[in-house]
């Protein structure tokens, strides 16, 4: 129970110190607006404890099946810091915001290529915004993609090299996915490989279509709120952290739904070895081979 309450507090604390990043970095960042900024973080951190130090799962998945949220969670606070540092670099000459901007710098050319996303993200800015902010809106996208697709290649080396999740115990549908019912609807293997679908083409998808959205807004939304460093920051760690995240997802459930096929098939192979030919054994068997 103490060591379950120490672990919620530190992830509290770790997502609050996130929350609250850019704006104490950031020295334009104004004091009203620090002092919101803290609030929420501390808002959050509060949701967070109160999530972690709970018995039963209400909205987190995946609690009990690292490194997922590790990995998110990593990636994001990755992004967050160093974009801070970058943004921070240009009003204050420090060795820790030069190195960001140094590494934001390179991957953001490795990056910039036609129809890529971060050249779609650097076109949603005006041709008459200044170089500076489309020297900073690619470096920033650069460097978050990155982040985010290391984040993808990692955790499919540890689902097809690793073995996610079986060397972490048994896999606990409940706690791990709250918000998925598995006695609800069509059979849960095919309902885990529909999501874990969807999760992977859109999270594939979004970080072009975003720009592209942004873009057909532009009569709506103001392309140049990007020049305020703080909404930089958040807009593109969310555009590149959150598409991955759900990659991540799609991945994660279709192992989990391939673990269920597999399982199935042992138990209707036992079954056949004893001899089980009763009407339901036929037609679980029939519908698992359906699905291979």
């Avoid at 999740?165 to 059979?187: C, E, K, M, Q, Y």
Wanted: glycine share 6%; net charge positive.
């Amino acid at each position: 129970m103490i060591a379950q309450v120490f672990n919620a507090l530190f992830r509290a604390a770790l997502v609050a110190v996130l929350v609250a990043l850019p704006a104490l970095v950031l020295p334009s960042a104004s004091h009203d607006g620090s002092q919101i900024v803290v609030l929420v973080s501390i808002v959050i951190a509060l949701l967070v404890f109160l999530e972690y130090n709970s018995a039963y799962p209400s909205l987190v998945e995946f609690r009990y099946a690292p490194p997922i949220n590790r990995l998110r969670f990593g990636a994001l606070f990755l992004s967050v810091a160093v974009l801070s540092a970058v943004c921070a670099d240009a009003t204050s000459n420090s060795t820790i915001g030069a190195i960001g901007a140094a590494v934001a710098r390179l991957t953001g050319g490795w990056l910039d290529v036609p129809f890529s996303p971060v050249r779609l993200m650097v076109l949603t800015l005006p041709p008459d915004a200044p170089a500076t902010l489309v020297n900073t809106l690619r470096d920033a996208a650069g460097f978050a993609y990155f982040v985010s697709l290391a984040i993808v290649v990692v955790f499919f080396l540890q689902v097809h090299v690793a073995g996610w999740p079986a060397r972490h115990g048994a896999f606990n549908v409940w706690i791990n996915l709250p918000l998925f019912d598995p006695t609800a609807g069509s059979d849960v293997v095919r309902r885990l490989q529909r999501h874990g679908l969807i999760n992977l083409v859109l999270g594939f998808l979004l970080p072009f279509l975003f720009p592209a959205g942004v873009k057909a807004a532009s009569g709506v939304i103001d392309p140049m709120i990007l020049a305020n460093a703080q909404t930089l920051i958040w807009v593109v760690s969310l555009w590149a952290i959150l598409p991955a995240s759900m990659m991540i997802r799609g991945l994660a459930m279709n192992r989990i739904a391939q673990m269920i096929l597999q399982k199935r098939q042992r138990a209707y192979a036992a079954a056949e070895a004893e001899g089980d030919d009763t009407p339901a054994a036929e037609e679980s068997k029939s519908r698992t081979y359906q699905l291979v």
